[in-house]
């Protein structure tokens, strides 16, 4: 079981930054894959970034690419989401996910084949 508390949400101007955590409870972190993924009002939720167990293997929504960097660090349990330029486009609850890995490479990109999820992040890009 794995439990997982975002936080780092808040209201920015568009072109501003934010870094989002996760911590991740429990001594198995490393065994999971992790994903952030965001919900619009209105909308379905969205897959935003994703980081294999290894670190080394990353995938971005073309949306956020070249704006936004998922990294983790397993000795803290805690997996990150640099935001920068953001838009108003951006704002959404933001999740993060995990996901059992059975190799240090693979990633996931689909909600369903993340199996624990954090109770979300509010982030809001207006002027």
């Known amino acids: 079981q794995v439990q997982l508390v975002e936080s780092g949400g808040g209201l920015v101007q568009p072109g501003g930054s934010l870094r989002l955590s996760c911590a991740a409870s429990g001594r198995t972190f490393s065994s999971y894959a992790m994903g952030w993924f965001r919900q619009a009002p209105g909308k379905e939720r969205e897959f935003v970034a994703a980081?294999?167990?290894?670190?080394?293997?990353?995938f971005y929504a073309d949306a956020v690419k070249g704006r936004f960097t998922i990294s983790r660090d397993n000795a803290k349990n805690t997996v990150y989401l640099q935001m920068n330029i953001l838009k108003p486009g951006d704002t959404a609850v933001y999740y993060c996910?995990?996901?059992?890995?059975?190799?240090?490479?693979?990633?996931?990109?689909?909600?369903?084949?993340?199996?624990?999820w954090g109770q979300g992040t509010q982030v809001t890009v207006s002027s």
């Open positions: 996910a995990a996901a059992s890995a059975p190799t240090y490479n693979i990633l996931f990109r689909g909600a369903d084949d993340y199996d624990y």
């Open positions: 980081i294999s167990r290894g670190l080394s293997n990353t």
